[in-house]
């Protein structure tokens, strides 16, 4: 028999069920469900709560990640509106990147890439796979969040091509749409483990996990608290990263005829962990990678994951996340980037 909270839940997926996302064009990428399951080691070394991850690791494409879900939508919008070639911009060692070059080879499209900084001298991690998946690199130099791309767009569009512009991060309504529909993945199966959490704690950096999730949340009628981890000292707009998140989950809302107006105080977003800022790697997120690999074999990356479980790891030592609670950490990817910081991580 259902108890409340599955009747609860249900009418939640109903509603979400009733939603525009069902109509929207999706092009199947990586597998799904993800798997999830308990860190029993780590939750015993830890001495807290019980601690769980989510492996969008694993979603299949390339090394895999959460760029994976956001893409099915985006591409599938993308292919709808007939493009024949993508576009995408990042860090030299962005994971987005990397799943949208590996979508692209897989669906036989050309992919331009438009890379903050120079080419090094040697490509590793993320920009070795970017290669070997066929992308084309352009190196923009200090333009590093995709200030060049409307001048390529129109060169390829002389050239007669079709291009699809894949937005940064993959944060737009589509990708954040892809979150709120992970949470109802995720819902299936805890319901199956007969399992509740009482946090979800997550890497946020461009917004569109963070705002799927919250308004995934809201439509589920759930009460975790979710936990993003900010990665960045600052937003990649000119204004406060929380702002950001805050639109993004509003017109994501209104995007899926969901009636909900968000507001700032509504989120959660711990800024308390970004150390010495966007990919510089701390004795934290060391920390973190090792126990997370010496204890469940499980690779976290210096960038995203590694300080998210860092901040997991801090909130369970200040008793934050408390003995008998039940904690998600939501692994988001990004482990090819181990390999770019070897001389940090390495112990010889
Ligand atoms: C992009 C990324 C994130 C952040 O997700 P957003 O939706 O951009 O906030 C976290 N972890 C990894 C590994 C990523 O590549």
Redesign the pocket.
Known sequence: MANEFEIQLEQGKKEFGRMRHLELPRQPLGFFPTPLHELANLGKVLGGPRIFIKRD?QTGLAFG???TR?LEYIIGAALAEGADTLITAGAIQ???CRQTAAAAASLQLPCHLVLGGAAPEIANGNLLLNQLLGAQIHWAGDNRKGEDIPQLAQKLRSEGRKPYIVPY???NEL?ATS?VEALCELDNQTIAMQIEFDHIV???????????LTVGKKLLKKYYQLT?IA?DKVGTADKPFIQQVVELANSTARFLDAEHQFTADELHLNKNYTGAGYGEIGEAEKEAIRLTAQYEGIML?P???GR?MAGLIDLIRKCVFKKGEFVLFWH???APALFEYAKHLQTM
Do not use: E, R
Not at 202 to 212: Q, V
């Open positions: 690791d990640g959460n760029k956001k962005s994971n987005h991060g993959g944060s990708g979150f997550f890497a946020s950096s461009s917004g569109g996990t963070h705002a799927g993003g990665i990356d960038v995203y994951t998210a988001t990817g990004g």
